[in-house]
């Protein structure tokens, strides 16, 4: 992968702007977009429920009628009638139109709020809600759902029905992330578009007409693909559920933290669900320069292992009868300092993770220096990628390996191994790694003159070890990520760590002070100045400046399929993007 410092980009060409009139103010707007943007952008919400920005417009719910009007055309010879401000008299039209089909073009005049659009608005809610099921407390929308807050904007307040509800299909298996219920449905078609547009697989329709219209999977067919649960995301009411998050918590209780996933060198954008520091759900949050406003379903179930009852949660040292005690923090540190001591500088071998973030990088560097050895590497993880989000890299940080430690992931590391099995390597420090998924054997690391390992969860190198050091996840942490398109991002710590963890800074920190002295580092962000000072596409840059969107720091040749054909299909007018 070839890197290089990010480029400012070249200017945009010139936009062509129409001055519309909404709710009685005049705004400019590029020419050609849509009313339903247009309106939003003057501060003005339309309500909508088919309509999304990254997805085609097939105007169906109707909920999104406004008035519109236009300058009367003059008769020939008289000029057009201007109002005292000079801008040019509206003739309203008599029947309303759908915003979010429709574009802007000058001199136009919407109303948002009118008779006629509330009239219409009350309509289409009591149509929707004739046959709607009353199970808002068991509904897994509650809380966020569409259909209830619009319902009492814009609703009767009472309902005139009287009749016999439409009884459809409850509880539908329609894939193995996500289950139906049809009589929630509003037939809003979100769902479908999002399986033929996006990730190009048409697996759901409507069948049936009128009242008994219903949502289906095609015969033969299930919606398995690995961006399904986004179907649940944009699903306006509760028809379309998460398997893993039915009924597990009402979502007014959840905290809300701002991250990036780390189940591949992607990063997309996420935010983190908990609640009494456990994590209920991982959701997209909307970064058009890394993962538009998608997410796959691998990335998005990564968090189970978070509250795994296999998580390490205290130090531990390997005693003289071969079992593994419970020690302080200043013990185990003291363990390792002394577990490296005396070691020739070539019998000593690191073995890092490129999940650790750039700060951790950055620190296990400066260990390694101080150990004097020239024997470390992180481990590489390849795999095909999809045509849509998922990187080929599954490591979520190489380019920060690269950046920080100057070098290709997965260089020395066969040499590594080999030297290890060789027994020329005595001591090895595995940061974040589990060692017998690298092929070496219980009885190769059986041999090890001293081995201490850092990681998560109990594992097999973790049982062999010397001393084990509890470490952090991503969601127990702040500190930051290059991903494989060259931007900085940043984590953000959701859940407390579990026990007596601590975060792998603090562990690698204070590593680096039993072995060679103080430095003086306090907090993480001390840290990312310290890097900051040293490395060049850090420089000017704080943890917390990077924002929640992140910032490009390098060139690569990655590209962003989805977000290729999205640049595509805004160009050509069929979505907003």
């Known amino acids: 992968m070839s890197t290089a410092p990010a480029s400012a980009s070249a200017s945009p060409p010139p936009v062509d702007t129409v001055n519309v009139q909404i709710n009685g103010k005049w705004h400019k707007f590029p020419k050609g977009m849509r009313m339903i943007e247009a309106c939003r952008i003057a501060g003005e919400l339309v309500p909508h429920y088919c309509y999304h920005p990254k997805l085609s417009s097939p105007g169906n719910c109707r909920m999104c009628l406004v008035e519109m009007g236009m300058p009367p055309r003059p008769t020939p010879g008289q000029e057009p009638a201007k109002d005292e401000h000079g801008m040019p008299v509206i003739g309203w039209m008599p029947r309303p139109v759908i915003a979010c089909a429709n574009t802007v073009s000058e001199g136009m005049g919407i109303r948002t709020g009118g008779k006629l659009s509330e009239e219409c608005r009350r309509g289409v809610m009591e149509l929707l809600l004739i046959n709607h099921p009353l199970d808002c407390p068991i509904c897994d929308q509650a809380g966020e759902c569409r259909l209830q807050e619009f319902s009492v904007e814009h609703g009767n307040g009472q309902s005139r029905f009287r009749e016999e509800k439409v009884k459809k299909p409850k509880n539908v298996d329609v894939g193995p992330r996500v289950r139906l219920d049809d009589e929630r449905c509003i037939m809003c078609s979100r769902c479908i578009r999002f399986c033929a547009e996006i990730v190009d697989d048409p697996v759901l329709g409507f069948t049936e007409r009128g009242s008994h219209t219903t949502l289906a999977v095609h015969p033969g067919k299930r919606l398995e693909n690995n961006y399904s649960l986004n179907t649940v995301d944009i699903c306006p009411v509760g028809a379309l559920t998460s398997n893993d998050f039915r009924f597990q918590q009402r979502v007014w209780f959840l905290k809300e933290t701002k991250s990036i996933c780390t189940q591949c060198g992607r990063g997309c954008n996420m935010e983190i669900s908990s609640r009494q520091q456990a994590i209920y759900r991982q959701t997209p949050r909307e970064n058009n320069d890394v993962n538009s406003t998608w997410m ?269 054909r999205e640049r595509e299909r805004k160009a050509k007018g069929i979505i907003v993007g």
């Not at 599954?394 to 060789?422: C, F, H, Y």
């Not at 930051?480 to 398109?485: D, E």
Request: glycine share 8%.
């Open 296 to 564: 796959c379903d691998r990335g998005r179930l990564d968090f189970h292992f978070v509250n795994s009852e296999f998580r390490l949660t205290q130090p531990l040292i390997k005693k003289a009868a071969g079992k593994h005690q419970a020690a302080t923090w200043k013990d185990a540190i003291l363990a390792v300092a002394q577990g490296v001591a005396g070691v020739p500088a070539d019998q000593i071998a690191v073995i890092a993770s490129a999940r650790m973030t750039n700060e951790e990088l950055y620190l296990a560097k400066a260990l390694i220096k101080a150990l004097g050895t020239s024997q470390f590497d992180v481990v590489p993880r390849t795999r095909e990628a999809d045509n849509f989000l998922r990187a080929a890299d599954m490591n979520p940080n190489s380019n920060g390996v690269r950046t920080i430690w100057g070098t290709e992931p997965g260089k020395q590391l066969d040499q590594i191994i080999a030297d290890i099995t060789a027994g020329k390597i005595k001591v090895v420090l595995a940061l974040g790694e589990n060692l017998l998924k690298l092929g070496l054997t219980k009885e190769v690391l059986g041999k090890l003159k001293f081995l201490a390992s850092s990681h998560v969860l109990a594992n097999a190198t973790a049982e062999l070890s010397h001393v084990v050091l509890p470490g952090a996840t991503y969601a127990e942490k702040r500190g930051s990520m290059i991903n494989v398109t060259g931007r900085l991002q940043r984590l953000n710590k959701a859940v407390e760590l579990p026990g007596e963890a601590h975060d792998d800074w603090e562990i690698l920190r204070d590593l680096i002070l039993a072995v060679s002295g103080s430095n003086g580092l306090h907090s993480v962000d001390d840290v990312f100045k310290r890097m900051a000072g040293e490395i060049a596409i850090f420089q000017g840059k704080t943890l917390r400046g990077i924002g929640d969107l992140g910032v490009q720091v390098m060139e690569t040749d990655e590209k962003i399929p989805l977000l290729e």
